[in-house]
Nanobody, 123 residues
Framework: EVQLVESGGGLVQAGGSLRLSCAAS????????LGWFRQAPGKEREEVSC????????YYADSVKGRFTISSDNAKNTVYLQMNSLKPEDTAVYYC????????????????WGEGALVTVSS
């Protein structure tokens, strides 16, 4: 059974930090790109970041560049999103996703989704 399980969401004040984790199981981790989307209330889901677990290439949305860092631990089949200097506009449900390639440069169908983790940034 394929699973993507997020953890690490919560409430933080503006300027603070959180780290999201996504534990993957049920598929060959090294063959996939994993990353994060987010969806704020009343808005469409948007891409946040992606990492190719094979070669370590990373991609970021302009809105999070310089503040968020994505990484992977292939031995643990886990991807992380370190979020620093958080802003109220970062408030959203963050979804872990997996595809055959990173979706920032070319279209790749998202094959697996996590259930989501709520991040709330207070002003």
């Amino acid at each position: 059974e394929v699973q993507l399980v997020e953890s690490g969401g919560g409430l933080v004040q503006a300027g603070g930090s959180l780290r999201l984790s996504c534990a993957a199981s049920g598929f060959r981790f090294d063959d996939y790109a994993l990353g994060w989307f987010r969806q704020a209330p009343g808005k469409e889901r948007e891409e946040v970041s992606c990492i190719s677990t094979g070669d370590g290439s990373t991609y970021y949305a302009d809105s999070v560049k310089g503040r968020f860092t994505i990484s992977s631990d292939n031995a643990k089949n886990t991807v992380y999103l370190q979020m620093n200097s958080l802003k109220p506009e970062d408030t959203a449900v963050y979804y872990c996703a997996a595809a055959s390639g990173c979706w920032f440069e070319y279209y790749y169908r998202i094959e697996y989704w996590g259930e989501g983790a709520l991040v709330t940034v207070s002003s």
